[in-house]
Structures are given as C-alpha cells and as structure tokens.
C-alpha cells in the first residue's frame, strides 16, 4: 500500500473509531484491504468516508455505514451468516473475519458481481464465505437457518422470505423505506413473533426482486 493511501486508512478509522463505539467490527473493517474491492481507477479513494461505483449501477458502501450496520448486526464467532446484496463483496470479508467460527453465504442478483467478488473472497483466503449467484427467492433458502441476516440494499418493507429463513433468536438487519430514504430496521425472531427497532436513516440503493423493488432504468436491467 502507498504511503498516501495508508496515511489515509488511519485517518478513516480514527474517525470511525469516534463515530461507532464497537472495536471488534473495526478491526475487522481495518484487517480487509477496501482499496481491493473498489475497481483499479478508484484505489485512492479506497478509504474516504464514502460509496463508490463498483459498476452495474451499484455501490460499494461507505465505510461509516459497513461499520454501523454491522454492528447493529453484531455478529458472533460462531454465527452462520446470510448476507444479501454482495455488491463488491467487501462487507462479506468483514462478516467472515467476525463470524470467524461459523459461516457466511452471500448472495447477489448480477451474476458478474458474484463471481468477482467471491474470486476476491478466495484470494484473501476467507474460507468460511462463500458468494452466490441470488436464486428466484429472496435470500438463501436452502441454507436456511440462518442466526443473523444483512441485508445491504433498500426494501419497501420487511421481506417475509427473510424472515423465514431467520433461526429463533436470529437478527435480521435491512434498510426498510422508500426508494430515497430508509430506515435501518433491526428485527430479532423471538418464539413468539418478531421484535423490530429502528436504528437511524439510511440511504441504499433499491432491493430487486420479487418482495422488493421491480427493476428500473439506471439499474442494471436483469
Ligand atoms: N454489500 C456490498 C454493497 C451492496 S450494493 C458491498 O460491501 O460492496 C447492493 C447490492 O445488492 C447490489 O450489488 C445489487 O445488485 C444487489 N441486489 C439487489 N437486489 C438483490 C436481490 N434481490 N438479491 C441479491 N442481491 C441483490
């Protein structure tokens, strides 16, 4: 790494640092090198606070809300972890590092995408994280229960194929909204229904598919 772009990895993090108050998902954040998950033409601007293209018409997330969202997740070592919406598949290697015992599937409806990123995912010998190609139900039923689920695109509303494949006690974070502005809901399957907090605005681009968003223009059109 440059020195330019070292010196502002550290400048990143000591602002996360102040701004998201949970260490073991920043060391996860800082163990993963961004600068690897954004295309080649953006490597300096790896590590400012911000999203960046990743083509398709997607993002990559800025790294203020990779740190929040995660750690509203909180997932444990031994989690088995769904993620939906791979993108650049960096947010996959930060669930991998924390759910170091258990397992994390990733799913993503752009078939380039996954694949690239779980190429990426192999490079850095993530072994426990694999990246899929999304099937015709929302989320991973076959490998279904999951104990926390993220999902890093926006929906109109909790997605009940989501919530299903949630374990008794599983977590289930997504950004939950209109297509410009979003919620962060935090919803945890107890035995008896679910329980769902908000933790503050947040801004994705669209959830496709069937209890989501139809595809648009601008988007990539699968
Ligand atoms: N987590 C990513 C950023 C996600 S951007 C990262 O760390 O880089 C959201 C992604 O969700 C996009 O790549 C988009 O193609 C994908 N997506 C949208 N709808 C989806 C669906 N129904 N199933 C799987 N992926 C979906």
Redo the contacts with the bound molecule.
């Keep these: 790494m440059t020195r330019r772009l070292s010196d502002a990895k550290d400048a990143l993090f000591l602002r996360l640092s102040g701004q998201v108050r949970d260490s073991p998902v920043l060391t996860a954040m800082a163990e993963v090198p961004r600068e690897l998950?954004v295309p080649p033409g953006l490597r300096h601007r790896a590590y400012t606070n911000e999203p960046l293209p990743?083509g398709?018409g997607?993002?990559?997330?800025q790294p203020l809300m990779?740190a929040h969202m995660t750690s509203v997740l909180r997932p444990t070592p031994t989690d088995r972890v769904l993620?939906?919406?791979?993108?650049?598949?960096?947010?996959?290697a930060v669930l991998a590092l924390l759910a170091r015992r258990g397992s994390v599937v990733t799913?993503?409806?752009?078939p380039a995408?996954a694949r690239h990123a779980d190429e990426m995912l192999r490079f850095l010998g993530l072994t426990n994280v694999r990246a899929l190609e999304?099937g015709p139900t929302?989320g991973c039923p076959e490998k279904a229960p999951f104990d926390a689920i993220l999902v890093?695109?926006a929906a109109p509303r909790l997605p009940h194929s989501l919530v299903d494949q949630l374990a008794v006690g599983g977590r289930l974070v997504i950004p939950v909204g209109s297509r410009e502005n979003q919620e962060l809901a935090l919803a945890i399957r107890t035995g008896e229904g679910l329980s769902i907090k908000y933790r503050g605005g947040c801004r994705?681009?669209?959830?496709?598919?069937e209890e989501?968003w139809p595809p648009s223009s601008g988007q990539?059109g699968l």
């Design positions: 998950f990743i398709f997607q993002t990559i997330s990779t993620e939906v919406g791979t993108g650049s598949g960096y947010q996959a799913v993503e409806r752009i995408l999304s929302l890093t695109a994705f681009v669209p959830l496709v598919g989501a990539h």
